[in-house]
């Protein structure tokens, strides 16, 4: 995959913009056009106060009682451990053939993995905001060979025939509170971030459309 999700060879990618929608009512629309849409899509949306476990999520990461918080706490089939999804914080699950794999492999994964993270960090580029990759961190980070790297992007998905699940989260403008709240994507000792944390002045629709641009 390229860092474009709208390569000259692949079919018309369907963007949608679905505005805040819960994550189990998220997941149900992924799994549908996963199983029964030949079509590329991209959605985008925003979730309610989540906090989501991945195959290889701990509950002992959950660090409060996440749903006395108004949160809610789902397990769930994409890579990686534990992440937050929140207000502010624009998802976005590609939904896609991915050309020349065979679905699932660690190498087509990581290579589907890395088209996504160059992706954001084009978005960021755009913005005027510098970013990279981190040794060993999937997602995309700030200052990433500084002294304080932070995480403004994750990342996680799921390849299955072929097709791709899950996604990114980019945070906007998020209450980064809640990430102090979870271990997120079991990383300690670094931190996240965020477009607002970082100066940037940007509303949710005009990150929306830069990706959808890309």
């Known amino acids: 995959m390229s860092s474009s999700l709208l390569a000259a060879d692949r079919p018309v990618l369907r963007i949608r913009w679905l505005g805040r929608v819960a994550y189990q009512d998220a997941l149900a629309l992924q799994r549908r056009l996963h199983g029964h849409s030949a079509d590329d899509h991209l959605l985008m949306l925003e979730h309610p106060h989540v906090v989501t476990l991945g195959r290889r999520g701990r509950r002992e990461h959950l660090l409060v009682d996440v749903e006395a918080l108004g949160g809610s706490v789902v397990e769930t089939d994409r890579g990686g451990e534990v992440t937050y999804h929140g207000p502010g914080q624009l998802v976005g699950y590609p939904i896609l053939t991915v050309p020349g794999r065979r679905g699932g492999g660690m190498a087509d994964t990581a290579a589907y993995v890395g088209g996504v993270e160059q992706l954001l960090i084009d978005v960021l580029a755009d913005l005027g905001l510098e970013a990279g990759r981190l040794d060993r961190h999937t997602g995309v980070w700030i200052d990433p060979e500084g002294l304080r790297p932070r995480k403004i992007a994750a990342i996680g998905v799921r390849l299955s025939r072929a097709r791709s699940m899950h996604g990114f989260a980019l ?22 971030t965020s477009l607002s944390a970082e100066g940037i002045d940007v509303s949710m629709q005009q990150v929306v459309d830069l990706v959808a641009q890309r």
């Open 171 to 192: 945070n906007v403008d998020p209450d980064l509170e809640w990430f102090a709240r979870i271990v997120p994507c079991g990383i300690t000792g670094l931190g996240v």
